[in-house]
């Protein structure tokens, strides 16, 4: 298992050089990918070139880039220009979003979610691979058959023969359409113990395609707080699992939300998104239960850390993506020198 670092969203000025001394940092511990989010704020593509521009060996991944907010066309243009530019340590991981996101800043109607990625994937890889683009599916259909449109071919070459493209799947047909056409699943809230229902779904995919598993990248966003007491180092990580679980979403679509369900937290979930949606976000993150927080996260002191990430590891995780929680930037630089530590004594290949 490999270590990952995944730096969320940009939240303003202030964050802009610490995210530099973060993944500048990483890369001097051996880590070997920084991934950057988008939502409605920071685009992934420009925080990843930025800073590509500014390291030497860590490879850069989209966690991700938004489908509904590009066609496939420019997604592979964008991709090819990272690949190119970072010398071939580019990734290019995808997802849908969710429907508030898609339809209320995109205007892209959430429609036929799993189709849609899948016409995606195929019309990306074919403008990668520098075929001629000529596509007829539900969703896309290129060149338009009623104009002076014709099809098209990319006119670079990424420096990479092959750009992995990852997906971001939470529900089970997702993961099943990941572990299909993708070469890796980017988790979010990945639990070792409800690992193997996860995996199945992905197996399930490869099995599918007639694909082996050590082709496969499981890539989990895992948060990680540092200190003596593991209970304590659970309340930095509260806000981001209520805003997920609580408020990413509607009442009827929180795909993390149906997720914390299905891990058993049903009761749990329901108080958290009615909290939430009540605009009592501090009740919400006070009701996210203990047992969530820490079994999706690497919580407390070095040896309980090396102790975990053996669990990921043993549970089918590839690469650790991690989440480096802290008061300032120096104490988010140290916990990634733990985790790598953490690791070292853990054993893990």
């Given at each position: 298992?490999?270590l ?9 000025a202030?964050?802009?050089r610490?995210q530099?001394?973060?993944t500048q940092?990483?890369?001097?511990l ?6 950057a ?6 685009d992934?593509p420009t925080?990843?070139?930025?800073l590509?521009a500014?390291?030497?060996v860590?490879?850069?991944?989209s966690?991700v880039?938004?489908?509904?907010a590009r066609?496939?066309?420019m ?5 090819a220009?990272?690949d ?5 340590r580019f ?19 959430f429609?036929r979610?799993?189709a849609?990625t899948?016409e995606?994937?195929d019309i990306v890889?074919m ?6 683009v000529?596509?007829?599916g539900?969703a896309?259909?290129l060149?338009?058959?009623?104009g002076?449109g014709k099809?098209?071919?990319l006119?670079?070459?990424p ?8 997906l971001?799947a939470?529900?089970p047909?997702?993961?099943e ?6 070469d890796?699943?980017l988790?979010?809230f ?7 229902e ?9 099995d599918?395609?007639?694909r082996k598993?050590?082709?496969?990248d ?6 990680l707080?540092v200190?003596?007491?593991a ?11 209520a805003?997920y679980v609580g408020?990413m979403?509607s ?7 149906q997720l914390?369900?299905r ?11 009615d ?9 919400a993150?006070?009701a996210m239960p203990y ?5 999706t996260s ?13 669990e990921f590891?043993?549970?089918g995780?590839?690469t650790?993506?991690?989440?480096p929680?802290?008061d300032?930037?120096e ?6 020198t733990t985790a ?7 054993g893990?290949?």
């Amino acid at each position: 298992m490999r270590l990952g670092l995944n730096l969320g969203y940009l939240v303003g000025a202030d964050d802009v050089r610490g995210q530099l001394q973060l993944t500048q940092h990483a890369e001097s511990l051996g880590y070997e990918v920084v991934w950057a989010a988008e939502a409605y704020g920071s685009d992934s593509p420009t925080v990843l070139a930025w800073l590509a521009a500014q390291t030497s060996v860590i490879d850069i991944g989209s966690a991700v880039m938004q489908i509904p907010a590009r066609t496939p066309a420019m997604t592979a243009m964008t991709a090819a220009s990272l690949d190119l530019l970072s010398e071939g340590r580019f990734r290019l991981g995808l997802g849908v979003s969710g429907p508030q996101v898609s339809e209320g800043w995109h205007g892209v109607r959430f429609d036929r979610p799993l189709a849609r990625t899948r016409e995606f994937v195929d019309i990306v890889r074919m403008a990668l691979n520098r075929t001629t683009v000529a596509y007829q599916g539900r969703a896309y259909t290129l060149p338009l058959p009623d104009g002076p449109g014709k099809a098209l071919k990319l006119t670079i070459t990424p420096h990479a023969d092959r750009i992995p493209i990852y997906l971001a799947a939470v529900g089970p047909k997702n993961l099943e359409l990941a572990g299909e056409i993708a070469d890796g699943w980017l988790a979010v809230f990945f639990a070792p113990g409800y690992a193997d229902e996860q995996l199945a779904g992905v197996r399930a995919g490869h099995d599918r395609a007639g694909r082996k598993e050590d082709d496969f990248d499981v890539v989990a966003t895992v948060p990680l707080v540092v200190g003596a007491d593991a209970r304590s180092c659970a309340d930095p990580v509260r806000p981001y699992a209520a805003l997920y679980v609580g408020g990413m979403g509607s009442r009827d679509q929180n795909f993390y939300n149906q997720l914390a369900v299905r891990m058993g937290y049903e009761e749990a979930a329901a108080t958290v998104q009615d909290l939430y949606l009540s605009r009592r976000p501090r009740d919400a993150m006070a009701a996210m239960p203990y047992e969530f927080i820490d079994s999706t996260s690497l919580l407390g002191p070095k040896e309980r850390l090396a102790e975990r990430l053996a669990e990921f590891a043993a549970a089918g995780v590839t690469t650790c993506a991690i989440i480096p929680h802290g008061d300032s930037v120096e104490e988010k630089l140290s916990a990634l020198t733990t985790a790598a530590e953490a690791l070292e004594l853990a054993g893990v290949t």
